[in-house]
């Protein structure tokens, strides 16, 4: 099979069940928005992290797998078998959150982003993951999307915080606090 199909030179791609849509519809660009955060979230768990991290980023990772095939499919082509999220994929990521703050300090300000190059690493991942749930958010106006994609990816981008958050504890980095000019 070949890579190349020259189908989409056009500006159109298809969606699953075969609908041909231009590029730059809503729905792709918020299923290539969870493709980019993937990616991200891969380049954080090819760095020097603790196993339980990792393997935590590889379950974020296969379920954002299933999220972009959800976006993916054609709203209406009705009665196809995908994977599906349900809701201990959300419940999962709440409880390593919890798990990583019982060993935080309580935020008493915002946090500039930075300090190690895996902590920033965490902090870009959770800003693609904002941006993709506000286009998620735009396109749940137009067209029906399941609420768990958007619980979940709300979801993510705090578990994207908080790990960035541990990460600097783990890694002896600095947390720069904020302090505004005033």
């Given at each position: 099979?070949?890579?190349?199909?020259?189908?989409?030179?056009k500006g159109t791609t298809?969606?699953?069940?075969?609908?041909?849509?231009?590029?730059?519809?809503?729905?792709?660009?918020?299923?290539?928005?969870?493709?980019?955060?993937?990616?991200?979230?891969?380049?954080?768990?090819?760095?020097?992290?603790?196993?339980?991290?990792?393997?935590?980023?590889?379950?974020?990772?296969?379920?954002?797998?299933?999220?972009?095939?959800?976006?993916?499919?054609?709203?209406?082509?009705?009665?196809?078998?995908?994977?599906?999220?349900?809701?201990?994929?959300?419940?999962?990521?709440?409880?390593?959150?919890?798990?990583?703050?019982?060993?935080?300090?309580?935020?008493?300000?915002?946090?500039?982003?930075?300090?190690?190059?895996?902590?920033?690493?965490?902090?870009?991942?959770?800003?693609?993951?904002?941006?993709?749930?506000?286009?998620?958010?735009?396109?749940?106006?137009?067209?029906?999307?399941?609420?768990?994609?958007?619980?979940?990816?709300?979801?993510?981008?705090?578990?994207?915080?908080?790990?960035?958050?541990?990460?600097?504890?783990?890694?002896?980095?600095?947390?720069?606090?904020?302090?505004?000019?005033?």
């Amino acid at each position: 099979m070949k890579v190349y199909t020259k189908k989409g030179d056009k500006g159109t791609t298809q969606l699953i069940g075969g609908t041909r849509v231009q590029k730059n519809v809503l729905r792709i660009e918020a299923y290539g928005t969870i493709d980019e955060l993937n990616s991200y979230i891969g380049l954080i768990r090819d760095q020097n992290i603790d196993k339980q991290y990792k393997n935590a980023l590889i379950e974020i990772q296969d379920r954002l797998f299933t999220l972009g095939s959800i976006l993916a499919l054609d709203p209406n082509k009705k009665g196809m078998k995908l994977p599906e999220l349900i809701n201990e994929d959300t419940t999962f990521l709440e409880n390593e959150i919890d798990t990583m703050q019982d060993l935080l300090q309580p935020m008493t300000h915002f946090v500039l982003p930075g300090g190690h190059t895996t902590v920033s690493y965490a902090q870009i991942a959770r800003c693609v993951c904002r941006r993709a749930e506000r286009i998620i958010s735009e396109l749940s106006l137009s067209e029906k999307v399941d609420e768990i994609v958007l619980a979940y990816v709300n979801r993510l981008s705090d578990y994207l915080f908080v790990l960035g958050r541990k990460l600097s504890l783990d890694l002896n980095a600095e947390e720069q606090i904020w302090k505004p000019r005033m």
